[in-house]
């Protein structure tokens, strides 16, 4: 496909060599063939100055030499019949070849001149012709060129703008060629930037809130254990920090998704791979078709587990987990028994750091199912929550399958 850019720079390009031509024709055509009524007023004075038309011949013919006397054309007076009367030639044979310029007498006379025309040199012709030329090209092109290096000087204030941290910078799309087409490629750039920068500055700015809870909570179980050996404290201890430990990991992995632009895929088999999950765990039941798709084994695996670990913590035994295999997707399904999630909640639980308020003490570090919404669509697919019926829920990942 020719690309609208260059046509029209193309269109540009002829049209300014049309109007050059054009413009060169209309001057070859003065200059070789002037209108004869432009030389209406030459012809009475030259009669005024000439002999009548019954004077001999001879009179005639020395007022017709005074009068073109030191010129470099050829001159001829003819009769209103068309015979000669006199003759003045500055080159001999008279050049009939050369342009004529016609004076007209109001006696029926005319005076016809050859003049040969040489009023330039070659080279100087040759300049003249490439200026005005370069002229045509410049006058032609320039509705062409200054709109669109408009269009690029508003692109480079908004990539200077965005380098200068106003990451709200956008550009104007006009028109529908390949300047449009980068000025959409830089909002969809700076909007993918911008959206990155808040996901960053969120994921710190909770996870430093985050991280001081079971901090400060590890700091007073310590100073208590100092005077006390008690169990129970120890055994808190311990589950704060592998709460803790499970933050870290999970804010180091939405990071590092974040950060890395291609993933390492190889084939996976979401059965097998869901299996090795669901045995790790209690009253989970796993059926489905066998079913292959293109991913990060690391990620997935990910995946499953966070949804378990979700239903585990948040739902009711029995979880039940299915793989179905489509035309195009596998449908990878999670449900549980739990307390249905309210239907204004069921996007926000994708949200990092959201907790439910009503999710009991096993909160967790809200950064589970934001994982695995990351983890989905990094491998282009996503994951919803639906109510299966009144009083369980169902997550289901839809993965793209591997052709």
């Known amino acids: ?237 311990e589950r704060d920090i592998a709460e803790l430990d499970q933050l870290i990991d999970e804010v180091l992995l939405a990071s590092r998704l974040d950060a890395v632009s291609e993933l390492e895929v190889e084939d996976v088999d979401l059965v097998a791979l869901a299996a090795e999950e669901c045995s790790r765990y209690p009253d989970v039941q796993l059926d489905g078709d066998a079913a292959i798709v293109r991913g990060d084994p690391r990620l997935l695996r990910r995946l499953l587990r966070n949804l378990l670990e979700n239903a585990q913590r948040h739902g009711a035994p029995p979880v039940q987990v299915r793989v179905a295999s489509r035309t195009d997707h596998v449908d990878v399904t999670v449900s549980d028994h739990g307390r249905a999630i309210p239907a204004d909640e069921r996007e926000r639980i994708f949200e990092p750091f959201y907790r439910r308020q009503q999710a009991g003490p096993n909160v967790g570090t809200g950064l589970g199912l934001a994982l695995v919404r990351q983890i989905a669509r990094r491998h282009g697919g996503d994951v919803r929550c639906e109510p299966a019926a009144q009083t369980f829920n169902r997550f289901v990942v839809q993965l793209p399958i591997a052709h």
């Open 1 to 237: 496909m020719i690309s609208r850019l260059y046509l029209r720079f193309y269109a540009a390009l002829l049209g300014s060599l049309v109007v050059f031509a054009l413009f060169a024709g209309f001057v070859v055509h003065r200059l070789s063939g002037p209108p004869e009524h432009f030389f209406g007023a030459a012809g009475v004075i030259i009669q005024n100055v000439l002999p009548p038309a019954d004077a001999p011949p001879a009179e005639q013919q020395r007022a017709l030499q005074k009068l073109f006397a030191g010129s470099e054309a050829n001159v001829v007076l003819r009769a209103a019949n068309g015979s000669v009367i006199a003759a003045a030639s500055a080159h001999s044979p008279a050049d009939d070849a050369a342009p004529a310029v016609i004076f007209r007498l109001p006696d029926g006379r005319s005076v016809i001149t050859h003049a040969t025309i040489d009023w330039l040199h070659p080279l100087g012709t040759l300049v003249l012709c490439l200026g005005l030329l370069a002229l045509a090209v410049g006058v032609g092109a320039y509705p062409i060129v200054r709109p669109l290096t408009r269009r690029l000087e508003r692109l480079q204030s908004g990539v200077e703008s965005l380098g200068a941290g106003d990451l709200a910078a956008r550009v104007a799309v006009e028109g529908n060629d390949e300047v449009a087409h980068l000025a959409q490629s830089f909002n969809r750039a700076a909007g993918r930037i911008e959206a990155l920068v808040g996901a960053h500055k969120t994921l710190l700015a909770n996870a430093s809130h985050e991280l001081r809870t079971p901090l400060t909570r590890i700091r007073l179980a310590i100073d208590l254990l100092r005077d006390s050996g008690d169990s129970k404290r120890k055994e808190g201890l």
